[in-house]
């Protein structure tokens, strides 16, 4: 991305976007002005790794023949979905086991291939290794920590329905994230500013003053700074080499510890 840093995000973190220069104002006291929110998907639950490794199980009989470097294009071309069909299932144009389908039929395109399986088939087969896999990764349970010691409140904006992902945050062991606002609970799923303003509003905090993490230049930045929301790319697997990132979420910290500063006096 290329907006500037400004007063808002004072430690000049790497990756990081301010909505405005209207985000310097207030006095950045933490507890009640403050939050983070975050993505779940490849932002605190690692569903890359888990993806792979259930697309390779629910497509084993259609990549026969394939060496491990074409399974890995493969398996980056279902993940990346560049037709689009994960949208259209947020907008509600397809159903989840049919999108899913159909970006295996895309992916496989690729090779001149088809498939035999049916949607529901392959979904699955899919979801029963892909929920097997689900890991939160390694730097969230400490940054969490540190967000619950200086009591910066946070919660998650997610692009999937509410009820799953606080499944898959259960699953992999963050409970914790209590605030959980999905693609059905405003109607408004990112980029709609309505989405990241209820998890605002959710945590009672500003939104000039809530980061936005996540790893979807569009979903998590450029919607979120529409909002009036700084942001923070987080790009784990490098898949957006010429936009300004951070590979992971100590991050945060930097950011959030500028406004305990301020309140400190320090």
Known sequence: MSESLDQALPTALPGAHSSS???????????????????VDDTLVDLRTAMRRALMVAADADLKGLDASERERF???????????????????????????????AALNRWDRTTLSRPDEFS?????????????????????DQLDLWNIPYGAVTNNLEAYQRNKLERSGLARVAVVVGSDTTGAPKPDARSYLAGVSALGTRAEK????????????AGA?????????????????????VTGLTSVLDWASSFLGAAQGR
Request: aromatic share 10%.
């Open 124 to 144: 699955d087969v899919f979801e029963a290794e892909v929920v097997a896999g689900w890991r939160a990764f390694d730097d969230v349970d400490p940054v969490l």
């Open 210 to 221: 809530t980061l936005m993490v996540g790893d979807n230049p569009g979903h998590d930045v």
């Open 21 to 39: 220069p209207a985000a310097a104002g207030g006095d950045g006291v933490v507890g009640g002005a403050v939050g983070v929110l975050f993505d």
């Open 75 to 105: 398996a980056e071309a279902f993940s990346r979905d560049l037709e689009g069909y994960y949208d259209r299932y947020v907008a509600g144009e397809l159903g989840f086991a049919e999108q899913r389908h159909l970006r295996l039929v």
């Open 225 to 245: 700074l529409a909002a009036g929301l700084p942001a923070l790319l987080v790009d784990r697997f490098g898949r957006y080499p010429d936009q300004e990132s």
